[in-house]
C-alpha cells in the first residue's frame, strides 16, 4: 500500500508539543447516524459531574505528537475513563498498546490521513468487534453508538452523567493552539480553523456546568458557547468497559441493566444492549426498608415459620429474633 499524508504539523508553544491536524472536512461521517432522542424531557443532571477522578485518570498523547491519530486516541481515552471508574477499588484503568493503535491507524487511514466517525464506529470501524477492536483488543469495543447534538445541553450533560462521555470532532481555533495549556478554559464562542479538524472526548462538567475536554495528554475546560462555535459533530457510545466485571455496576453505582434501560430509552438499540447484560452477575434485589411495619412483619413472619400454635416465651423470642435475622437490611 502507497501511505499518503495529508496531515498537517502544529507546535503548541505553552505546551510544548507537536500535534497534527487533519482538515475538518474529512473526517465527517459519511453515513447516517442513529440519533440520541428521548421521548419525554430529558432528566435534569445534577452538576456537577465528576467521570474521572477529578481529572486523576490517565488520557496520554497516544500517538497524536507523530501522527494525525487523534480519533483513535479519542477511543482510547474514553475506555481509559470508563475503565478507570474515578480511581475506585474494583476498577483497571486500559489503555490501548501504542504501536498496535498506530499501525491500526495507518492501516485504516492509507496511512497518515486521519479518520472520520465511519472509521471509529462504523459498521467495521476500529471500535467495534467487527473491526476487531481498538488496537485489536476484543475487549475494547462499543456495542452502539448514538449521535449527539452538543448544542443541546441538557441532553449533552445527560448523555456524560450516564455514559461517561461525549466524543466531538471540532475545528480548533488558531488562538486555542497558541494558548493551550493544561486547566485553561474556553468559554466564549470562538473562530473555529477548518484546517485544524480534530477529535476530543468531553468527561466531566462543573458546577457551572463547563465542560472537561481531553486532548493531547492533558485537559482543559471548554463552555457550551466555545464548543457550539467550533463546528462540533458529535456522538455517545455504549460499552461493557463502563461496569466492573465482578458485580455489573459502574462507578457511580448504577447496573448495567439500569443503564441499559437509559441507553435504550434515549434511542439506543435493546438487542445490542441486551447482549452487554447478560454478561454480567444479575441486579442485586433491594432489601426492604426497616421500618416498624416491615419489622413487625418480618416478627410474624419468624413466628409464622415454627408451624407452632403456641409457644413459650422463649421460643416465641428465639422465632421473632430469626424473623429479624432472616429479613433485616444487610
Known amino acids: 500500500m502507497n501511505k499518503t499524508c495529508s496531515t498537517r504539523k502544529v507546535w503548541l508553544p505553552k505546551h510544548g508539543q507537536w ?18 432522542t428521548m421521548l419525554v424531557q430529558v432528566p435534569a443532571t445534577i452538576l456537577p459531574v465528576d ?10 498523547m497516544d500517538g497524536n505528537d507523530k501522527l494525525g491519530i487523534c480519533g483513535p486516541a479519542m477511543c482510547d481515552h474514553v475506555d ?8 475506585k477499588t474494583g476498577f483497571t484503568e486500559l489503555h490501548a498498546n501504542l504501536t ?21 464506529v462504523g459498521a467495521s470501524g476500529v471500535w467495534t468487534s467487527a473491526g476487531g477492536g481498538l488496537a485489536g483488543d476484543p475487549t475494547a469495543v462499543v456495542v452502539d453508538h448514538l449521535d449527539v447534538d ?10 456524560i452523567d450516564q455514559f461517561y462521555a461525549v466524543c466531538t470532532a471540532w475545528s480548533v481555533p488558531d488562538d486555542f493552539i497558541a494558548n493551550f495549556a493544561q486547566g ?19 468527561s466531566d462538567i462543573d458546577p457551572n456546568g463547563n465542560y472537561r475536554l481531553w486532548t493531547w495528554g492533558s485537559w482543559c475546560w471548554v463552555g457550551p458557547a466555545f464548543i457550539a462555535s467550533v463546528q462540533p459533530q458529535s456522538f455517545v457510545t455504549f460499552s461493557a468497559l463502563q461496569f466492573s466485571r465482578a458485580t455489573g455496576y459502574d462507578s457511580h453505582g448504577r ?20 447482549t452487554i447484560v447478560s454478561q454480567f452477575p444479575a441486579k442485586a434485589a433491594l432489601a426492604a426498608p426497616a421500618t416498624l411495619i416491615n419489622a413487625q412483619a418480618w416478627v410474624a413472619n419468624g413466628i409464622d415459620a415454627t408451624g407452632l400454635l403456641t409457644l413459650s416465651k422463649a421460643a416465641a423470642i428465639a422465632a421473632a429474633n430469626a ?4 429479613h433485616w437490611p444487610k
Open 150 to 159: 452538543v448544542t443541546d445541553v441538557p441532553l449533552t450533560d445527560y448523555c
Open 51 to 60: 467521570c474521572t477522578g477529578n481529572a486523576t485518570v490517565s488520557c496520554p
Open 323 to 326: 424473623g429479624l435475622a432472616a
Open 19 to 36: 500535534v497534527h491536524f487533519t482538515h475538518r472536512d474529512t473526517m465527517v461521517r459519511k453515513r447516517p447516524m442513529a440519533r440520541a
Open 184 to 202: 485553561t478554559s474556553w468559554l466564549a464562542a470562538d473562530t473555529p480553523d477548518p484546517a485544524n479538524g480534530h477529535f476530543s472526548p468531553l
Open 80 to 87: 481509559g475513563i470508563r475503565t478507570y471508574g474515578q480511581g
Open 100 to 120: 498496535s493503535l498506530e499501525w491500526q491507524y495507518e492501516q485504516v487511514s492509507g496511512g497518515d490521513n486521519g479518520t472520520d466517525e465511519d472509521m471509529l
Open 255 to 274: 447496573h448495567v441493566s439500569d443503564q441499559a434501560a437509559a441507553w435504550v430509552a434515549l434511542g439506543g438499540n435493546q438487542a445490542a444492549v441486551s
